[in-house]
C-alpha cells in the first residue's frame, strides 16, 4: 500500500518567488510529489501574496507537479494561467452543465477582434428568453436591431449551400450618406449571383424578380422585363381611379412612341 505524507518547505519570506510549498508526497514512488500549495509573492503592494495549486500529471515515478490553479492577491482566479486579469480567468476550454447566470451588466467580448463562436454542429436550439438584442448597438430599440457606421451601409446576409455546393445568399439593409460610392441613403435587398428573388405569400411566389431584371407576376420565369399572367378568365391588369393623363406608353430609348394606349 502507498503510502502519503504532506511536508512544508518554507521559503524566505523576503523571496521574489517562493515564499514555501506544502508537498503532499508519495514516499512507495521515489518520493514523488503527488500534489503542491505554493505561496508565492504577488507583485503589488509589499508582502502581497499568491497561492498556486498543482496536480501530478503521472507518466512515472519522480515526475513533477504542474500548476493548475492560481489566487492572486486581489482575488482573481487563473485556470491555465499565472496571470488571471478577472475574478475567474480560464485559459482553455470550459464547460458548463446547467444554468450559467449572469449579474448586472455583464459583457461577454473577446480580445483583439477574435471571433466568438456560440454553438457547433452538434448545437441544438439556442434561444434567447426575452429583451432585444443589439448587433453594433448598446440600445436596441426592436427585438433585432443591427447598427453600423452612418455613412456607410450595414446589412445582414442568410445564407446556405447545396450539397456543399456554391452558396447562395440573400443580403438585406440599408444604404448610409455615402453607401457604396453608387447607391445612398436606401434600403436594400439583394441575392447574389444570377439567382432569383422571389416575394411569396401563403409559401407560394407571386411576384420574381430574375437575375437578369425581368419582373414576373404571376409566373416565376418571366421572358419580358414586365410579364403579367393572370388567370384563364379575368383581368390580368386593371387600372382603377384613373385621373387626368393615365395612358399606358411604349416608347423607344430616344424617346420615340411606339404605342399607346388610351
Do not use: C
Not at 426592436?142 to 446556405?160: C, D, F, H, N, P
Not at 436594400?188 to 437575375?211: C, E
Amino acid at each position: 500500500k502507498n503510502s502519503t505524507i504532506a511536508a512544508i518547505h518554507a521559503g524566505n519570506w523576503t523571496a521574489v518567488s517562493d515564499y514555501g510549498d506544502l508537498d503532499m508526497i508519495n514516499t512507495n514512488t521515489s518520493d514523488t510529489v503527488v500534489g503542491r500549495i505554493r505561496a508565492l509573492a504577488d507583485t503589488t503592494p509589499s508582502y502581497a501574496s499568491a497561492l498556486a495549486f498543482y496536480t501530478n500529471p503521472g507518466g512515472g515515478a519522480g515526475t513533477n507537479p504542474t500548476e493548475k490553479i492560481r489566487i492572486l492577491a486581489n482575488g482573481n482566479v487563473g485556470i491555465g494561467t499565472t496571470t488571471p486579469l478577472a475574478k475567474l480567468d480560464v485559459n482553455g476550454t470550459a464547460s458548463v452543465s446547467g444554468a450559467l447566470t449572469l449579474y448586472g451588466t455583464p459583457t461577454l467580448a473577446t480580445t483583439a477582434k477574435q471571433t466568438l463562436t456560440i454553438g457547433n454542429s452538434n448545437t441544438g436550439d439556442i434561444v434567447f428568453g426575452g429583451g432585444n438584442v443589439g448587433i453594433g448597438t448598446t440600445g436596441p430599440s426592436t427585438t433585432l436591431e443591427v447598427a453600423g457606421a452612418a455613412t456607410s451601409y450595414v446589412y445582414q446576409r442568410v445564407s446556405t449551400t447545396n450539397g456543399g455546393g456554391t452558396a447562395k445568399q440573400l443580403d438585406f439593409g440599408v444604404y448610409g450618406s455615402v453607401g457604396d460610392g453608387t447607391l445612398t441613403n436606401a434600403g436594400f435587398v439583394n441575392v447574389q449571383g444570377s439567382n432569383p428573388l422571389y416575394l411569396m405569400t401563403n409559401g407560394t411566389a407571386k411576384v420574381t424578380i430574375t437575375g437578369t431584371g425581368n419582373i414576373g407576376i404571376g409566373t416565376t420565369s418571366p421572358l419580358a422585363k414586365l410579364q403579367v399572367d393572370g388567370k384563364v378568365t379575368g383581368k390580368a391588369l386593371t387600372i382603377l381611379n384613373e385621373t387626368g393623363d393615365q395612358n399606358i406608353l411604349v416608347a423607344s430609348a430616344s424617346g420615340v412612341n411606339k404605342f399607346i394606349l388610351d
